[in-house]
């Protein structure tokens, strides 16, 4: 293997992280040996594969100054918000499997029908084998560590790519990874889009991809090749919906938390916010107010705060301040923030109004910290704006009464949803986190990551005596006749 420097922009500074150059015959060579590994994998206990997940435990609490240093670098991310949104999921899942792999890895006993009396059925879960997990940049350490800890739960072999966006966090990743496992069970693979490409070449048995949709597209087609199983982990413009009578200042403090977390890179961020006319002002008011408690500055001074993170790079810098721009051209008005400055990748908390359907920030999803309100005259034209648009990753509806969200969940589908709140369905290991459609296909979090990298086998086993005997030909009279008794009562 060769050495590889790859040069990131972090503000106004540049710095340079040694990489590894993986050729395709390293990428070969790792997949033969996880290959042969997964085989043995196979036969591991819970009391073993618990093991490995405490270590990996262990080694995310050795390494969290690290993993807090390595994000500030790629994108000024505060400690506080790493913890928050990077380091506590993850060793939430972790903690989660650790108490119910036993439980997990039971064969399930499953209900057998009178036509197979006597026979027993039930499920068991085996590992898929090799798997590809391909991490995203917005969420560099949380997106790549949870699927690793589901997939070890499950008893697989894991290649990783992270995000070359992100490329300390990919080495720190990268030091932590290879402390508790070996290639031959955990491989990471940093470098840029090529790495990747050459990584989807390979017959993997499962390919767990994190990021945009159309990049969703292309995993998918590589993996059609093999015929390998993909979980896709997309996005979309996930709406807010207010409702007449729901508590605006209430409203506005949550769907702020969550606009602005992560600077607006998140998946499932509030995208774009539908709400009556005559409470639009009443919204800007608290909305303001709740930014401004949060990060304890005021509209003129964003840039110099310190829990407010930047955008990625000046790529999607430019992107999104090139919605801002567009919405104004096209009629919008920057109710509040707005400012930007492309030498320190810094995009302002800004709240646009009077926004046009047709800008595009209406869409494309956003990944940024702007929010674009958009006006209805009834809820069922709210309805109808998000049915406009392919299937989001997340709805979040605001209102006190329970007749108004069941009426909005009736009318609409997304990946999941949340009544008066946002994104907290992701921490309940219990609900399975995926999207529909163009948001994504499949799901884990819990229970549902454990699934998501497991074979769910069918196993029936039958007795010496079978009654499935009676109806072997030659088909006689008697024959004809169990089976018509067989269709009419027992089926």
Known sequence: MTQATISKETGSTKTLIQTKSFTPSDIDRIFSVQKKKAQALKLSN????????????DVIFKYQKEVQSALHSDFKKSASEVDITEVLPVIGEINDAIRHLKQWMRPVNVYTPPTLLGSTSKLIYEPKGVCLIIAPWNYPFHLAMAPIAAAIAAGNTVMLKPSEFTPHTAHVLKTMLTEVFSEDEVAVFEGEVNVATALLEKPFDHIFFTGSTPVGKIVMAAAAKNLTTVTLELGGK???????????KLTAERIMWGKFLNAGQTCVAP????????????????????TEKFFKSKEENFSNNQDFCRIVNAKNFQR??????????????????GKVNGND??????????????SKIMEDEIFGPLLPIVTYNSLDEA????NSKPKPLALYIFTKKNGTAKYVLKRTSSGGAVV????????????????VNHSGHG????????????????????????????????????????????TKWFV
Do not use: C, W
């Open 383 to 386: 309805i109808e704006i998000i």
């Open 345 to 358: 990748n810094f995009i302002a908390p800004t709240i646009l109004t009077n926004v046009h359907r047709d």
């Open 420 to 435: 008066n709140d946002v994104m907290l369905h992701l921490v309940n290991p219990n609900l399975p986190f995926g999207g």
């Open 46 to 57: 819970y009391k073993q594969r618990i093991l490995k997940l405490k270590k990996l435990k």
């Open 443 to 486: 799901s884990y979090h819990g229970i549902y990551g454990f699934k998501t990298f497991s074979h769910e086998r069918s196993v029936l086993q039958t007795p010496k005596a079978s009654i499935v005997k009676l109806m072997y030909p030659p088909y006689t009279g008697f024959v004809r006749k169990i089976v018509s008794l067989t």
């Open 320 to 337: 999104v301040s090139g919605y801002i721009e567009d919405a104004v051209k096209k009629g919008a008005t920057v109710a509040y923030g």
């Open 271 to 290: 995208d774009y916010l539908l709400i009556p006319d005559s409470k639009v002002d009443e919204f800007v008011k608290y909305a303001r107010e709740a």
């Open 238 to 248: 996930s709406p807010s919906v207010v409702a007449e009578d729901a508590d605006i």
